[in-house]
Structures are given as structure tokens and as C-alpha cells.
């Protein structure tokens, strides 16, 4: 069984341009979380998806979005980028509540 | 709210010898508890986790934690390590009506095995 796949595995990016990370969960599972792993602010919850719908979002600004697919497949959209998002996005899929699948993530690097 | 505090950084022990990894969590519900390890240039993967029952829970691999409810606390052991088990571990807590959105992680501990 394929496990929860993120693209690209890097991504440098300017100052001020958009980002597009995706993430394909595992068969059968239909929330997708995001998460931000920056430098010495371990991981915080960004967004979950479930079913097509936002179902929570952490403290982040509004330039952090992103959308759930029919196939459950997900992308996050980070616009107006900062130097200080440069981190390892990692993408969780899940079936029941409680235990998630981490991927391997993205790492965005803004200069 | 819940928070994390792994009150190591950095843990530096030799090849099979033991090694216990500090967790405490502060939440105003009950919670579930998880140890997720960080191989390099790696996702997260569950290593072992805490939902009910026996307060002592074990991993594959030899890890074992204990829920100490009263000192709030879910500290990592093994027993003897190997330096396969260099990494990055993190512990994480989330409230029982479930969700990963509402996993919070600690900080992490960077496990350094030295032969």
C-alpha cells in the first residue's frame, strides 16, 4: 500500500511569489492535514480537510490556503511568500480520528 | 488548550546503553498521547501511542512509554539503543474527540547514538 506522497520534495521561491505544495493521501483516506515544521518552532497545525470541506484551520494568516479534491488528493497555497515560511510542510492523511500517516514533506525555501 | 514540553533538546548516549526521552503535556481535557519519530530527511512516523487501557504501551522496535497520569507525563524508553535509532522524536497530544488537527507537538528531542 502506497503511503501518503508529497510534491515536489523542494521548492525554492522567491520573496513575494505563490506556492503550490500537493499531497496524495493514502487509498481510502479522506482527511488531509497540513502541518509547518519551521526552524525552532517544531510542527503546527495548519489546515484539515475532510470530505472536500475545511474543516479547521491553525493561526496562520488567510495566504495560507488550500483544497481538498474529489479524489481527496490535496494542495496548499501559500501567496505573498515571506522569508520566514521558508520550512518542511508535512501532509498527514488519516480514516479514523485518531491516528495519522505523516509524508515526507516539501521543503520551501523563500529568498 | 493542551501544550507539549520535551525537555530535552538534544540526547546524546552510547550504543546500547539505555535511553528515556522526557514528556510532559498540560491540557484542561483528557487527552490521547503519541511518540512520533523523524528519521533525516524524513516524514513523521507513529512509533507508539496512548489511547486507553494499560498505561504502558510498546513499540516493534523496542520502545516502550508509560502514561503517568498524575505527574502528567509520557516519557520514551528503551532499553538499549542502536544507532538505527538516531532521529528526531517527537511527542504529541491530542484531545479525545479525536482529529489530527488538534495534535499538539512538542519541540522535539534530537537522539544521537555514538558508538
Known amino acids: 500500500e502506497a503511503g501518503v506522497t508529497q510534491s515536489p520534495t523542494h521548492l525554492i521561491k522567491t520573496r513575494g511569489q505563490q506556492a503550490t505544495l500537493r499531497c496524495s493521501p493514502i487509498?481510502?483516506?479522506?482527511?488531509v492535514y497540513w502541518y509547518q515544521q519551521a526552524l525552532g518552532l517544531g510542527l503546527q497545525f495548519l489546515l484539515w480537510?475532510?470530505?472536500?470541506?475545511?474543516?479547521n484551520r491553525g493561526n496562520f494568516p488567510p495566504r495560507f490556503s488550500g483544497r481538498q479534491f474529489p479524489n481527496y488528493s490535496s494542495e496548499l497555497n501559500v501567496n505573498a511568500l515571506e522569508l520566514e515560511d521558508s520550512a518542511l510542510y508535512l501532509c498527514?492523511?488519516?480514516?479514523?480520528?485518531?491516528?495519522?500517516?505523516f509524508g515526507q514533506g516539501t521543503r520551501l525555501t523563500v529568498v | 488548550a493542551q501544550s507539549v514540553t520535551q525537555l530535552d533538546s538534544q540526547v546524546p548516549v552510547f550504543e546500547e546503553a539505555p535511553v528515556e526521552l522526557r514528556c510532559n503535556y498540560s491540557s484542561s481535557v483528557s487527552v490521547y498521547l503519541f511518540w512520533y519519530v523523524q528519521y533525516p530527511n524524513q516524514g513523521l512516523q507513529l512509533l507508539l501511542k496512548y489511547l486507553s487501557g494499560s498505561t504502558l504501551v510498546e513499540s516493534i522496535n523496542g520502545f516502550e512509554a508509560e502514561f503517568n497520569k498524575s505527574q502528567t507525563s509520557f516519557h520514551l524508553r528503551k532499553p538499549s539503543v542502536h544507532i538505527s535509532d538516531t532521529a528526531e522524536y517527537f511527542c504529541a497530544v491530542s484531545p479525545r474527540r479525536g482529529g489530527a488537527d488538534g495534535l499538539t507537538f512538542g519541540k522535539g528531542t534530537h537522539l544521537i547514538i555514538q558508538p
Open positions: 480537510y475532510d470530505e472536500g470541506e475545511e474543516r
Open positions: 487509498s481510502g483516506h479522506t482527511s
Open positions: 498527514a492523511s488519516s480514516r479514523s480520528e485518531v491516528k495519522a500517516f
